[in-house]
């Protein structure tokens, strides 16, 4: 093993160390892909974190310029092919290898930027904060899943990006706590520290189309990256279910989860589903 290998190898189990130490559910769903498909959505996720703590998180420091600093040596990675910040050094191959549009990564650091001063949105102004926050991630992955299969890619845009506008609202709903006591409010039918019955089943409504659309495109991605993706998929529509049975006040008060056990049985779930061919 050479020098650049070792360091290639430590940069892609720091994305992987990232990925489970923040999120079990999309853990679960990249160990269900098939093993070559798993290190680059670590990568990509180890990316998004990071830039998202920045923006949630470092409140005692100056976020600006830390996601400022974040972006610049994002694109020297990728123009340079090489960064000593292990998470940017993973992301960089990531993107190189699979081709990932700058447009993509464009994208998804202007919604980051957004969460540093904008609080509140129109229609207009969700839908591309969602864009860029959640959607654009989706087809970072599907880059990567349908490996240079452009028709493809083209086919299964519009539902990829369906699944990761449906994560985001669940996203929304279930941390609405936290991102009142920020001062964002992502939902333009909400006021800070408001949420009825009436604008819960709106959204809902709106979020339950999304993931009609989704799962359309899950059944026609390859079959290396199938049953990741809609473990993810079941885990979320769980998630949402709770969330569709918990009164608004409550949604309000406590940030909804699925427990470790119920993950694991949905787990099973799916991959009896998906073995019998009955996604």
């Excluded at 083209?154 to 279930?174: C, D, E, I, T, Y």
Aim: net charge positive; aromatic share 12%.
């Amino acid at each position: 093993m050479t020098s650049i290998d070792l360091f290639n190898k430590v940069s892609i189990r720091t994305s992987r160390s990232v990925t489970r130490a923040y999120s079990t559910s999309f853990s679960l769903g990249i160990l269900c892909l098939k093993k070559e498909l798993r290190d680059p959505v670590y990568a990509l996720y180890g990316w998004v974190r990071f830039a998202d703590e920045i923006v949630d998180t470092f409140h005692e420091f100056d976020k600006k310029t830390l996601l400022e600093r974040f972006t610049t040596d994002t694109y020297l990675a990728i123009e340079e092919g090489i960064s000593l910040n292990p998470i940017l050094h993973a992301f960089q191959q990531t993107v190189r290898k699979y081709k990932i549009e700058k447009e993509l990564t464009d994208t998804f650091l202007r919604s980051m930027e957004w969460d540093l001063s904008k609080k509140e949105y129109d229609y207009e102004g969700m839908k591309q904060y969602i864009l860029g926050s959640a959607e654009v991630v989706g087809l970072m992955c599907l880059r990567i899943f349908c490996e240079g299969d452009e028709a493809l890619y083209q086919k299964l845009k519009p539902a990829a990006m369906s699944l990761g506008s449906a994560f985001q609202k669940v996203n929304f709903l279930r941390d609405l706590k936290a991102d009142f006591n920020m001062g964002r409010v992502y939902f333009p039918e909400l006021s800070l520290d408001t949420l009825t019955e009436e604008n819960k089943k709106m959204i809902e409504a709106s979020i339950q189309n999304d993931f009609d659309q989704a799962l359309i495109g899950i059944k026609g991605l390859p079959k290396a990256a199938r049953f990741g993706v809609y473990v993810a998929y079941v885990y979320y529509v769980s998630l949402f279910r709770k969330i569709q049975n918990t009164p608004s006040d409550q949604v309000l008060k406590q940030r909804i989860r699925v427990r470790n056990r119920q993950k694991l049985k949905l787990l099973a779930f799916s991959y009896v589903k998906h073995q019998l061919n009955l996604i």
